[in-house]
């Protein structure tokens, strides 16, 4: 798929991000639209999934460990037509299936996840299952960096170096903000970089909203032998709405009617643009 293409999707992913918070007056829209790119260049042009295979134990699997983002997930799987517009738009609702938090009743999700820290241990698990049972698929994981402050993700970073996990990626959505300020500020995980090397880590560093330094990292990933990856993925908190972006006050908080109205707006003329 061409970028011109996966821009479309992009914008489209967005939009249903705006529309879900908004109907739910309840979700995650900040870090939600930081992961867009990092997602859809996953699911439309790296990872194996597709409606034949989707329901395969034996494919490429993905775990969002900040799974707080489902709204970003979803949005893709819809577009993967793994979830129509109207269950999307049950978002949060009593008795709906699209959850707050993944969960693995959807078709196209592979982990339910919610807990913080715990999504890249599931994400080590699978690859090490791959490992053992001499299976060459791979796992992607995306991880928070405010998540990054739970010392699981240290114990799972640790676990993968050892077993030589090569099969595993994990991005790092590195927007600098979680829903109490700067990262810096609130238990400060950085500099990233040289811990995960220091911990066995081959570490690629990208901005996360570029397809093409994306598409080279996920490649460069698969050449490296012995180590697993992870993608420091430079990003930008509430990308795409302008009145969102780099505020950390839109973390957890919906857009009311009006504010959606506005984003959608701008995401469109993006789009037309």
Same mark, same amino acid.
């Not at 939009?15 to 930081?34: V, Y």
């Not at 078709?107 to 339910?112: N, R, T």
């Given at each position: 798929?061409?970028?011109?293409?996966?821009?479309? +999707?992009?914008?489209?992913?967005?939009?249903?991000?705006?529309?879900?918070?908004?109907?739910?007056?309840?979700?995650?829209?900040?870090?939600s639209l930081?992961?867009?790119?990092?997602?859809?260049?996953?699911?439309?042009?790296?990872?194996? +999934?597709?409606?034949?295979?989707? %329901? $395969?134990?034996?494919?490429?699997?993905?775990?969002?460990?900040?799974?707080?983002?489902?709204? @970003?997930? &979803?949005?893709?799987?819809?577009?993967?037509?793994?979830?129509?517009? /109207? %269950?999307?738009?049950?978002?949060?609702k009593i008795?709906?299936? +699209?959850?707050?938090?993944?969960?693995?009743?959807?078709?196209?999700?592979?982990?339910?996840?919610?807990?913080?820290?715990q999504g890249?241990?599931?994400?080590?698990?699978?690859?090490?299952? &791959?490992?053992?049972?001499?299976? $060459?698929?791979?796992? &992607?994981?995306?991880?928070?960096?405010? /998540?990054? /402050?739970?010392?699981?993700?240290?114990?799972?970073?640790?676990?993968?170096?050892? &077993?030589?996990? $090569?099969?595993?990626?994990? +991005?790092? %959505?590195?927007?600098?903000?979680?829903? *109490?300020?700067?990262?810096? #500020?609130?238990?400060?995980?950085?500099?990233? $970089?040289?811990?995960?090397?220091?911990?066995?880590?081959?570490?690629?560093?990208? #901005?996360?909203? *570029?397809? %093409?330094?994306? /598409?080279?990292?996920?490649?460069?990933?698969?050449?490296?032998?012995?180590?697993?990856?992870?993608?420091?993925?430079?990003? @930008?908190?509430?990308?795409?709405?302008?009145?969102?972006?780099?505020?950390?006050?839109?973390?957890?908080?919906?857009?009311?009617?009006?504010?959606?109205?506005?984003?959608?707006?701008?995401?469109?003329?993006?789009?037309?643009?």
């Amino acid at each position: 798929m061409n970028q011109t293409e996966m821009k479309k +999707i992009a914008a489209e992913v967005r939009k249903n991000i705006i529309r879900m918070t908004c109907a739910a007056q309840s979700g995650h829209p900040g870090g939600s639209l930081s992961a867009v790119e990092i997602l859809v260049s996953l699911y439309f042009n790296e990872m194996n +999934i597709t409606e034949e295979n989707v %329901d $395969d134990v034996c494919r490429d699997k993905f775990v969002l460990s900040k799974g707080h983002a489902s709204p @970003v997930l &979803y949005s893709v799987l819809k577009e993967k037509g793994f979830i129509s517009q /109207e %269950d999307l738009m049950t978002f949060r609702k009593i008795n709906s299936h +699209i959850q707050g938090h993944p969960n693995m009743s959807i078709k196209g999700v592979d982990m339910s996840t919610g807990s913080l820290g715990q999504g890249l241990s599931c994400a080590v698990g699978m690859a090490l299952s &791959y490992k053992i049972h001499h299976q $060459d698929f791979r796992v &992607y994981a995306l991880v928070g960096d405010g /998540e990054s /402050e739970e010392g699981q993700i240290w114990e799972a970073a640790m676990a993968a170096a050892h &077993y030589k996990l $090569d099969n595993l990626v994990a +991005i790092l %959505d590195f927007n600098g903000l979680q829903i *109490d300020g700067k990262i810096t #500020d609130v238990m400060n995980p950085t500099p990233f $970089d040289t811990k995960f090397r220091a911990f066995g880590w081959n570490v690629i560093e990208v #901005d996360g909203h *570029d397809y %093409d330094q994306l /598409e080279n990292a996920y490649a460069a990933a698969r050449e490296c032998k012995g180590q697993p990856t992870l993608i420091l993925a430079h990003t @930008v908190k509430g990308k795409g709405v302008s009145f969102m972006e780099n505020k950390a006050n839109w973390h957890g908080v919906a857009p009311k009617p009006e504010e959606a109205e506005a984003a959608i707006q701008e995401l469109e003329a993006q789009i037309n643009g």
